[in-house]
């Protein structure tokens, strides 16, 4: 796998680049905003890591325009304490993030989580499903929301897809967090809880399809009926 690594300290990037590769990754480094987002783009890079701080243009720019033409995986790395960077950055695209300074041998964890979810993967045995107004098509990957087609990032997808087949039933954040990402949540972690807003944004229509429940998970409700406002 061909991770990038985005990130104005160089000195880390060779550090982390030397140590990802005896993990088995191909890592290139950029250490400016503006040559960042060009090689992001290319063909053949399978994950970004990426600094909100950057010469150039932040890492929050990159992101913005990468997200208009790829769906690339990228981690954000944010400055400890930061919590307003971590939400921004998954509010505009990203998977996940970290908070400098971190182990790399979580770096590596993560980056394994998030691949496994963006490599291909035989379409799962049932067909497509069908619950209160949305459409989700396994094979082909698409969603249907009211018969309009919704663009979906990979991680949407999948949680949607997970939600849907329990629909009725509360999913907890755990289930949700050691599925995606092989790591149990904490009280501070937003990555799950981001997603599911963005999911909310892009299908609902004035009542509450997916719904919280406070203190335990979320749950797709199976009927219009069960979409009242919370």
């Known amino acids: 796998m061909h991770l990038l690594l985005i990130d104005d300290d160089a000195e880390l990037c060779a550090l982390l680049g030397e140590f990802l590769k005896r993990e088995g990754f191909t890592v290139d480094c950029e250490h400016e905003g503006n040559r960042g987002l060009e090689r992001a783009g290319q063909p053949g890079v399978d994950l970004v890591v990426l600094d909100v701080m950057l010469p150039g243009i932040d890492g929050f720019e990159i992101l913005r325009r990468l997200r208009t033409h790829s769906k690339v995986p990228v981690i954000m790395l944010t400055a400890r304490g930061e919590d307003v960077d971590r939400i921004v950055g998954l509010e505009i695209g990203a998977d996940d993030y970290l908070a400098k300074p971190f182990n790399p041998r979580e770096l590596a964890a993560r980056i394994r989580a998030i691949l496994r979810r963006y490599e291909a993967r035989p379409a799962a045995p049932a067909g497509r499903i069908e619950v209160n107004g949305i459409v989700l098509d396994p094979a082909n990957r698409e969603v249907y929301s009211g018969g309009k087609p919704i663009e979906l990032t990979t991680f949407e997808f999948d949680i949607l897809d997970m939600l849907m087949r329990s629909a009725g039933r509360v999913l907890s954040r755990d289930a949700l967090m050691e599925n995606f990402y ?33 203190g335990v998970g979320y749950q797709l409700a199976r009927t219009p009926e069960d979409s009242a406002p919370e």
């Open 182 to 214: 092989n790591r149990k949540a904490t009280p501070f972690d937003r990555s799950i809880d981001m997603h599911i807003s963005h999911l909310r944004k892009k299908l609902e229509r004035g009542d509450s399809i997916i719904k919280t429940i406070r």
